[in-house]
């Protein structure tokens, strides 16, 4: 599976961006699709996952309520529209592919984009 992600930029505190994953090859009704992100000096973190089959979906707590994860089964593309962003989003976002299991844990994700880099100003 290989997974392109985009819709990155800037955007101004407030604002909104939607991020794209298209992934190319099959993603199985047991997989999940995950944002993660990474900010300069950071660990990379869980941003929110959906189960690819059920729907299912998870956030962590700092985007409740202002993130959404979406996916489309028929464009094998998964969705993370932002809104109210704040500063401290700005991160290059990556989107991944676990097989199965926990959705929280970098280490089950075994395809990852490239990134895209969301820079949030004041």
């Known amino acids: 599976v290989q997974l392109q992600a985009s819709g990155g930029g800037l955007v101004q505190a407030g604002g909104s961006l939607r991020l794209s994953c298209a992934a190319s090859?099959?993603?199985?009704?047991?997989?999940?699709m995950g944002w993660f992100r990474q900010a300069p000096g950071k660990e990379r973190a869980f941003v929110a996952a959906?189960?690819?089959?059920?729907?299912?979906?998870y956030y962590a707590d700092s985007v409740k309520g202002r993130f959404t994860i979406s996916r489309d089964n028929a464009k094998n593309t998964a969705y993370l529209q932002m809104n109210s962003l704040k500063p401290e989003d700005t991160a290059v976002y990556y989107c991944?592919?676990?097989?199965?299991?926990?959705?929280?844990?970098?280490?089950?994700?075994?395809?990852w984009g490239q990134g895209s880099l969301v820079t949030v100003s004041s």
């Open positions: 991944a592919v676990n097989p199965s299991g926990s959705y929280y844990y970098l280490d089950g994700y075994r395809y």
């Open positions: 959906v189960r690819w089959g059920a729907g299912r979906t």
């Open positions: 090859g099959r993603i199985f009704s047991s997989n999940i």
